[in-house]
């Protein structure tokens, strides 16, 4: 049985609700979207508010679904309190480091709670690296491969999906809970290593420009 905690269900009635009125008011959406040149007009609240905005229902369904399944397993290892802070520290890196890639395209925006999603995800997945995701693949496996796709698609740069912020948030995540449970890298230093070698992968990438 899930521990729905209070938090979760807060955190995704407001995903919610905030998608639902950005759905139906274009001048809502486009004011607190996640835009390179708002935020660089002094707009930096949209990092943080487009993380509750979605494009469809699809998209914020996906989103909500994974937090509601994998954020009561941090919540068990962690806490409720911890658990709040991976959510938005991870929010907070994952559009940071959109920022970071982004910086010098103006037109550049994106919306969705996948950073932070992903943030809580990688956590689960450092408690739980053996369970098993879609029913047949192992989280780690899943975990891994999920990084290494998104370093491919942003060099590929050929769909809409912001994967940037799907790795900051990941980021975020596994680096919140090490600080969290230290003791981690000695239970699961494997699992660490596996999702830390596409994140310098990425990193190197863009150092050499190739990303």
Known sequence: MLNLDPAV??????????????????????KYKF??????RGEQL????????HANNNHLLFNMLT????????VVYLGTVKFVLIYFASLIVGSLLSYYLHKD????????ASGAVMGVLYSAILFKPTMVINFIIPAWLFGLAYLLYSVWAMKKNADNIGHDAHIGGAIGGLGLTIAFAPSLL?????????MAAPIVLLFIMHKIGKI
Do not use: C, Q
Request: a neutral charge.
């Open 46 to 53: 949209r990092m943080l508010t487009s993380a509750f905005l």
């Open 105 to 112: 395209e103006n037109h550049y925006s994106a919306i969705g």
């Open 35 to 40: 835009n390179i040149a708002g935020i660089k």
């Open 186 to 194: 000695g239970t699961s230093l494997w699992v660490v290593l596996l």
């Open 67 to 74: 937090l509601f399944f994998f954020g009561p397993i941090v």
């Open 9 to 30: 269900i807060i955190i995704i009635a407001a995903n919610v609700i905030v998608s639902i009125r950005g759905f139906k008011d274009f001048e809502f959406f486009e």
